[in-house]
């Protein structure tokens, strides 16, 4: 780890790419990990690393849905385990949701290491492991085409930070409500999504927690209200106004 002064203004950034290295080194990670968080951390510096209005909003929608759903999943990839395992596992404990692995660059070390990270932050139920039956998710080839059938493959509704567009869209087509965090509004994963939260996981999570702990008195007739009012296309374009308004800011200044 390398010695990141507490006075830096990026400090909490740096940690979390120190954080990911070190994962990367470990061989939780594949190396594209690293690759793929440098990406979100240009669009989180963007925003100004802090939760947007429609973030806030799309969290507060996501989170109806996941207390709507039957059979809620929480899917989980190396950069999520890495980053929030701790949220990651509060909150299916919260809302009863099966948490299951689901890597892009799948080998059997690194979802026995998954495993060990979300093990370590408490998890006692993880589907996906290595040996596990699967479906296969239509539409899908390969490794990313796993699907548990007790998990995400019987999901009415899956929560899939980081996810890549060709599963988000693939998890759509089959029926499913979609939610995502993905600091890029622009990705096909943010497009495809039905519920697109555009914030860093390590900031959307823990508010997720917040939210279940808020709404989870509220009738299902209140929650389907908050989903009903949630426009994901308009939201995703409150996000991008809000990018522009960043580089209109550089412009004038």
Known sequence: MHDISPNHPRYHSLLLRDKMAQAYHE??????ALIAHGRGEAFDYIIGEKTTPPARKAIKTATA???LAESPVLSVNGNTAVLAADYVVELASLLKARIEINLFYRTPQRVLKVEEVL????ATDVLGKE????LPVEGLEGPRSRAHPQGVHRADVVLVPLEDGDRAEALVSSGKKVITI????????AKKSSITIVDNVVRAIPLLINETKKLKGCSRQDLQGILNEFDN???ISSSLNLISQ?????EDS
């Open 119 to 122: 093990k370590n932050a408490g």
């Open 131 to 134: 040996g596990d039956d699967y």
């Open 233 to 235: 296309d308009e939201n």
């Open 27 to 32: 061989g939780i990670l594949a190396d594209t």
């Open 246 to 250: 960043y580089f209109k800011r550089d």
């Open 182 to 189: 993905d600091l890029n509004p622009l990705s096909r994963t």
């Open 65 to 67: 849905a996941l207390l």
